[in-house]
């Protein structure tokens, strides 16, 4: 072996390393006398074989620069050395990039997940290749956008922090990974969940429902309905408590829209929805250059955009103590200064505030202004739980098997006393909301052939639920059923009070002279005595 054939052989490995990737020695008819990878192991498949690019350079004598016979994209070089020709490609670091590449790709999706936004793949000109929003999903109408920010990360290989091209108000990251390829992700979903933050202010510009809208024709609902009704022609503010899903919010806009102000606007807050650091100014409003990030002219908060009109404060026992104090001014001054102001305007609003705690409680826990409830309970309406109002279950339950045969599809015609009654008996900790989502629910389980609703289709804690009366069947209509269901509540109260009717009416939580119209009007003896 010649002197220069070992010098050459011996500079394959480092040749490899350095290169990226392999090395080879050919003959001058460009046969491969050896190849090497950036390892330093000879790759055997290869011996024998012809290096095209190898070949040219030792014809023409001079350095060949060409693409790689093994992978596309690979680049080569080709040297001629006396009776040999010293190459090397980038095959390997090629390839190493494209696994690097393709394992970033596949990690977008968790990407976007934590930063809380879009995450992108773009390549040496600034143009997305891959795209994946905060859900997961590929976004192919995004695919193929140039960002210029991403060509400055690529060709300055640092990272670059700029707007968003696909989110107004978001901030985007871009990072070059290599030359040829780059990662960002943006802040998209946080912004918009901040601006929905906001646009829960102004999503009621206007009151939708009405007094007719609030089903149900008990003696509770009754009673509450009509003095609201009575009450919405003054201008008082008045709160409304009652339990979670009782239905708080309908009676708001009914009373705006049955009140000389309903032509004006209604502006509803939900006061647990808002962080604190919100809030105030969504309240107040404030003037240009207020905080970092204030809009140019400043914005109106939620009292000037309900001047004249009325404002709901749901959940008002969820507002910070310290912002409590500045509600009461308003409410007093009946004026609002906004934030980085000094100017305080006018205003002419009727506030109405819903809770479903005890703010009395909580004004002895320190945690409620005392002056601040009696400023707004100079009216104060109670709705009544599911619970209190039973008899309204059907039709309710009539009402939402219609609005869910629409939205399903579905064909359901009615539903079985035995059923109807599980649902009268069951508690409803979460009221009118929850006997909806439950019949979602139900909804879902019926198949598409089936026309009434049975017990096997409710959930399994209400299957579980034993009749009172298990030798009793009734087969009629859900009035019936559910008579059915008040008289054997009315006897069982009757017999565990010895057939008090003031013991049984406190029992089953209704005034004694409602006890006594159902005992009439379900045939129970009113002066039965039951042992």
């Known amino acids: ?70 992978t596309e994209g690979a680049e080569a070089w080709s040297l001629p050395i006396g009776e040999y020709v010293l190459a090397a490609s980038n095959f390997e670091r090629l390839k190493c990039e494209q696994e690097l590449e393709e394992s970033l790709k596949k990690a977008l999706p968790f990407i976007a997940r934590v930063a809380g936004g879009e995450a992108v793949l773009f390549n040496e000109e600034g143009r997305r290749v891959a795209s994946v929003g905060s859900d997961g ?4 109408n995004y695919l193929g956008k140039v960002s210029i920010a991403a060509q400055q990360a690529i060709k300055s290989q640092r990272p670059v922090i700029g707007e ?5 108000g978001a901030v985007a990251v871009r990072i070059p990974i290599t030359k040829k390829f780059g990662f960002g992700f943006n802040n998209e979903q946080g912004v918009q969940r901040q601006q929905k933050l906001i646009e829960e202010v102004k999503k009621f510009q206007y009151a939708r429902y009405n007094f007719t809208d609030i089903i149900g024709s008990s003696e509770a609902i009754e009673k509450i309905k009509s003095r609201a009704a009575f009450v919405a022609k ?33 502006i509803a807050i939900n006061c647990g929805a808002l962080p604190e650091s919100l809030i105030e100014s969504v309240f107040f409003g404030y003037e240009e250059g207020a905080f970092t990030g204030a809009k140019k002219q400043g914005s109106p908060g939620a009292f000037e955009q309900a001047n004249g009109g009325t404002i709901f404060l749901d959940e008002i026992s969820e507002m910070d103590f310290n912002l409590q104090s500045k509600l009461l001014r308003v409410l007093q001054e009946r004026e609002v200064t906004r934030i980085g102001g000094s100017k305080p305007l006018r205003v002419d609003v009727r506030v109405i505030a819903s809770t479903n ?41 009539k009402v939402f098997i219609n609005e869910f045969n629409n939205l399903l599809g579905k064909f359901v015609t009615g539903i079985s006393d035995q059923a109807v009654c599980r649902l009268c008996r069951y508690q409803w900790p979460g009221n009118i909301r929850q006997l909806k989502n439950c019949i979602e629910y139900i909804m879902n389980m019926v198949s598409i052939n089936e026309s009434t609703i049975e ?3 409710l959930p399994q804690d209400m299957q579980n639920i034993i009749p009172q009366s298990k030798h009793l069947h009734h087969h009629g209509t859900l009035a019936e059923a559910v008579a059915t269901v008040e008289r054997q509540s009315i006897i069982g ?18 005034s004694t002279t409602t006890l006594w119209r159902k005992m009439v009007e379900l045939g129970i003896e009113t002066n039965i005595s039951i042992k």
């Open 493 to 510: 109260a009757l017999q565990q009070t010895d057939g008090s009717k003031k013991d049984a009416a406190k029992l089953l939580s209704v």
């Open 164 to 168: 968003s091209i696909s989110g107004m």
């Open 234 to 266: 003054g201008i008082s503010s008045i709160i409304i408590s009652g339990e979670t899903g009782t239905g708080k919010e309908l009676f708001a806009q009914s009373i705006h829209n049955a009140s000389d102000r309903r032509s004006k606007p209604f």
């Open 1 to 70: 072996m010649s002197d220069l054939l070992e010098c050459l052989l011996q500079a394959l490995p480092p040749i490899a390393r350095i290169t990226g990737g392999y090395a080879t020695l050919t003959d001058k008819d460009g046969v491969r006398i050896r190849t090497v990878d950036s390892q330093g192991q000879e790759v055997q498949t290869l011996k024998g074989g012809i290096f095209h690019l190898a070949e040219q350079a030792s014809l023409s004598g001079s350095v060949s620069v060409g693409p790689s016979q093994i």
């Open 137 to 140: 999903q590929s976004n192919v």
């Open 357 to 397: 705690r005890d703010l009395v409680e909580m004004i002895n826990n320190g945690t409620f202004r005392n002056d601040l409830y009696y400023r707004l309970n100079v009216v104060e309406l109670k709705v009544p739980s599911l619970q209190q109002r039973v008899e309204d279950i059907p039709v309710l339950v």
């Open 455 to 457: 017990v096997s289709h």
